[in-house]
């Protein structure tokens, strides 16, 4: 939006359509006017006037805090166990985040997990 008052005729406008012509509950609270770049959603941070859709910090720490969770040493689990968790936790996170636009993320964040696997 170019301005203030035009993205608020904007969100006055959605609100309504959302209220009377779908019958659904939107809430104020919630709800609020931001720049692209304040914005983060559902785990995406979304930069730039393009809008290049990066993975927000918050997500990254806790993707590390998980990986060392699940590849811990002193978890007396199996090996088969040790390398299947890590394995389906990487490749659902992963497929969630893929339509980030950070491809040298992901090449750090697998190196990551594979440290701690092969110290095992």
């Known amino acids: 939006m ?6 608020e005729r904007v969100f006055d406008s959605v609100h309504r359509y959302l209220t009377t012509k779908l019958h659904l509950v939107v ?5 609020r006017i931001v720049t692209t770049e304040e914005l983060e959603y559902l785990g995406f ?3 730039g006037t393009r809008a290049t859709i990066n ?11 998980r990986i060392r969770e ?14 299947g968790e890590p394995a ?3 490749r659902g996170w992963m497929g969630y985040f893929a339509i980030a636009s950070q491809l040298k993320l992901f090449a750090s964040l697998d190196q990551c997990t594979r440290i ?3 110290s095992v």
């Open 116 to 118: 701690p696997i092969q």
């Open 2 to 7: 170019k301005s203030k008052r035009s993205a």
């Open 27 to 31: 809430n104020l609270e919630k709800s």
């Open 70 to 83: 699940i590849t811990g040493r002193s978890r007396g689990i199996s090996m088969e166990r040790r390398l």
């Open 88 to 90: 389906r936790f990487v």
């Open 45 to 47: 941070r979304f930069v």
């Open 55 to 65: 993975v927000t910090s918050k997500s990254i720490d806790r993707f590390q805090h």
